[in-house]
């Protein structure tokens, strides 16, 4: 249980392009969706907070109109990366948590996705 | 400014050896501390986690060691085999909000 897919794994676009990537909860519903980033030997870095239905909530730092966040259902979030630049390549992973099913403090992280821009 | 402290940045152990990985945080609203596991090119997964108000917590060979008055936690790998070779994250939460450590790269070697 608790399974959290990403779409695609990775994709290489040119500079300018915007790219959509999808975090989907396969077996429970996720009220909460988080994004991090991480460039290569580095940590995870927290982009944003996404609640079904309503606005993400960006982290100091994070451009709003550059990383569009879209929770348009419990199991479903997207990022959009616009405008992509070659310094927004990194890996993108997504978490989500399970109200009720190991508690309200545990995110259940998808397999990433690598964005390489051109 | 980073609110959870992790050491070693690398850890090479051999196997069957103990792997010791060290954090330390400032936040006392601080309420869970998870270990995530990640290997390269995948997402971290959830290995053990712990709750403030316990001291140790062991699954297998994965041991969470929690002193609260100093605001340290560690997780201890018994019996380290070369599969556990990843990268081992701490980190804390607030409410929903997961702060991680840095990060350490652990090697065993056959």
């Known amino acids: 249980g608790a399974v959290v897919s990403q779409h695609p794994s990775w994709v290489i676009c040119k500079s300018g392009t915007s790219v959509k990537i999808e975090c989907r909860s396969l077996?429970?519903?996720?009220?909460?969706m988080f994004w991090y980033r991480q460039f290569p030997k580095q940590s995870l870095m927290l982009m944003a907070t996404?609640?079904?239905?309503?606005?993400?909530?960006?982290e100091q730092g994070v451009e709003k109109d550059k990383f569009l966040i879209n929770h348009a259902s419990l199991t479903l979030s997207t990022l959009t990366v616009t405008s992509a630049h070659p310094e927004d390549s990194s890996f993108y992973i997504c978490?989500?948590?399970?109200?009720?099913?190991?508690?309200?403090?545990?995110?259940?992280f998808g397999p990433g996705t690598r964005l390489t821009v051109l | 400014q980073q609110q959870v402290k992790q050491s070693p940045q690398s850890l090479i152990v051999q196997k069957g050896g103990i792997s010791i990985i060290n954090c330390a945080y400032e936040n006392t609203a601080f309420d869970y501390f998870p270990w995530y596991q990640q290997f390269p090119g995948k997402g971290p997964a959830l290995l053990i986690a712990?709750?403030?108000?316990?001291s140790e917590k062991k699954e297998g060979r994965f041991t969470i060691s929690f002193n609260k008055s100093a605001k340290q936690f560690s997780l201890h790998i018994m019996d380290s085999q070369p599969g556990d070779s990843a990268t081992y994250f701490c980190?804390?939460?607030?409410?929903?909000?997961?702060?991680f450590g840095e990060g350490t790269q652990l090697t065993v070697n056959p």
């Open positions: 712990i709750r403030p108000d316990v």
């Open positions: 980190a804390a939460t607030s409410g929903s909000r997961l702060t």
């Open positions: 077996d429970f519903q996720a009220t909460t």
């Open positions: 978490s989500a948590s399970p109200p009720g099913l190991a508690g309200p403090d545990t995110q259940y």
């Open positions: 996404s609640n079904e239905g309503s606005k993400a909530t960006y």
